[in-house]
């Protein structure tokens, strides 16, 4: 149990189809993240919210939305995908005080993506 | 921008020392963190270094230079189920919020 749940753990999906992936942080944490893992590559941050605000996006494509209704939730919708968008895609969180440092980042296992 | 180096692979004995290194470059450093990470699975925190100099948990100890833009993790009395990658990532401050960026990873074989 690591305090930060992923859903769904495996996912295939078509070029054309619409899905989305779904964080939960039971920490009390109030920033929460999106990482893309790809093989041979360093983990990419791809979108930060604080305080339910987005304040990082990593040049994404807009294939790739993120929506974070509340500070325990954060969800990323897909659309439209590529096959070299397969990979592991790693959700965050943390907390931290607005202005000064935060504690360490709490990663959940992960969702496997693979486009076909 | 940041810029974090680490070796790809490496290779150990069982019951031995390693060291594994990571380089940096990057402004508002705010923090250097070492992760572990096993084939499938997520990273797991394992060190925090913010100060100069060595911190000590049980069999893993890290280090690390501010002025050199450096750290080290040491592993001692390797074991079989250390073999995974060990992840350096750098955090800095702008805007007032965290960043963590990550390096590509040292892939670590322990062989008996």
């Known amino acids: 149990e690591t305090g930060v749940t992923q859903t769904p753990r495996h996912l295939v999906m078509g070029m054309t189809n619409k899905k989305s992936l779904k964080c939960e942080q039971h920490?009390?944490?109030?920033?929460m993240y999106w990482y893309k893992q790809s093989a041979k590559k360093p983990l990419e941050l791809m979108f930060v919210?604080?305080?339910?605000?987005?304040?990082e996006n990593n040049s994404v494509p807009s294939r790739f939305s993120p929506e974070c209704p509340n500070s325990s939730h954060l969800f990323l919708h897909l659309h439209t995908l590529q096959p070299e968008d397969s990979a592991l895609y790693l959700c965050?969180?943390?907390?931290?005080?607005?202005?000064?440092?935060?504690?360490?980042?709490?990663f959940g296992e992960g969702s496997w993506l693979t486009v076909v | 921008g940041q810029n974090i180096d680490q070796p790809t692979e490496m290779t150990a004995t069982e019951g031995a020392i390693v060291q594994i290194n990571c380089t940096y470059q990057t402004s508002g450093f705010n923090g250097l963190f070492w992760y572990q990470q096993h084939a499938g699975e997520a990273p797991t925190f394992l060190s925090y270094n913010v100060l100069d100099g060595l911190e000590e948990k049980g069999r893993f100890s890290s280090f690390l230079s501010r002025s050199k833009g450096y750290s080290y993790l040491l592993l001692k009395e390797l074991q079989m189920k250390d073999s995974a990658s060990y992840l350096c990532a750098v955090r800095d401050l702008a805007g007032g919020y965290q960043k963590v960026t990550f390096g590509t990873g040292t892939k670590l074989q322990v062989i008996p």
């Open positions: 920490l009390g944490h109030n920033a």
């Open positions: 919210y604080n305080f339910k605000e987005q304040t």
């Open positions: 965050a969180s943390s907390q931290v005080v607005r202005g000064r440092a935060g504690n360490t980042i709490y």
